[in-house]
């Protein structure tokens, strides 16, 4: 068997709204500037105490913490109101993917549970992937904790394996695990961060993502 890991943010799903609009009214809820767009968006991806941290160095972890839980509670208002839409092609290409006997797909994405059961089950994606890795359980990315799980959990070597994200800290932590990196061209950091970072491939769209997947992965058949 073989194995291809989603991102979910900006890979799958395009939620920039709910997240610039959670961190805008988390900043404020303390009586704080909101970050710019273009900053909130550089840590999509990282797990959200890493995020804010990486936003507001300068603040004490008790802030910290409370610019988390107002996140926490901005974001989940947010995707009741209205859930995030998955990319325009997004859901033909994970039900063409996996529709196919030797490909299982997984997930690794900085959201956490909650979250991820939330998109799964407004979108209809149950049982669409075999493993399921979020920040709950994992040191933030690009750590590889993440693909390492996903790996085991499937019996998957690394081989067979491709990571598909938007951000470099998706790139690199697929290399930290020994696994291909994949980058997409329509997230949250610009492809050229991407190729540096050490994408084996970009692609433009879920039909080029779709065999570009095929393709590299028939390579270790």
Same mark, same amino acid.
């Given at each position: ?41 550089? !840590? ?61 797909? &997984? ?16 979108? &209809? ?57 994949? &980058?997409?061209?329509? &997230? ?27 393709? !590299? ?5």
């Amino acid at each position: 068997m073989k194995l291809a890991i989603f991102d979910v943010d900006g890979t799958i799903s395009d939620s920039q709204s709910h997240i610039t609009h959670a961190m805008t009214l988390a900043f404020e809820s303390v009586h704080l500037a909101a970050p710019s767009r273009e900053a909130v968006l550089s !840590i999509v991806g990282l797990s959200l105490p890493v995020a804010v941290a990486r936003l507001a160095p300068g603040l004490d972890v008790p802030l910290q913490e409370r610019i988390v839980e107002g996140y926490k509670a901005s974001y989940f208002t947010s995707r009741a109101a209205s859930p995030a839409p998955l990319y325009p092609g997004a859901l033909d290409c994970l039900r063409d993917l996996h529709s196919r006997d030797d490909l299982l797909l &997984g997930v690794a994405t900085g959201k956490s549970r909650r979250g991820l059961n939330a998109l799964i089950a407004h979108h &209809g994606l149950d049982g669409m992937f075999v493993t399921q890795q979020v920040a709950d359980d994992h040191p933030s990315k690009p750590d590889p904790e993440m693909i390492f799980a996903a790996l085991s959990e499937t019996g998957v070597g690394r081989r067979a394996a491709v990571m598909i994200g938007d951000t470099t800290y998706d790139i690199e932590m697929a290399r930290a695990a020994g696994v291909t990196p994949i &980058g997409v061209s329509w &997230g949250y950091h610009p492809v050229s961060a991407l190729e540096a970072a050490g994408a084996a491939r970009i692609v433009n769209s879920f039909t080029e993502l779709e065999a570009t997947v095929l393709e !590299i992965l028939e390579e270790v058949a």
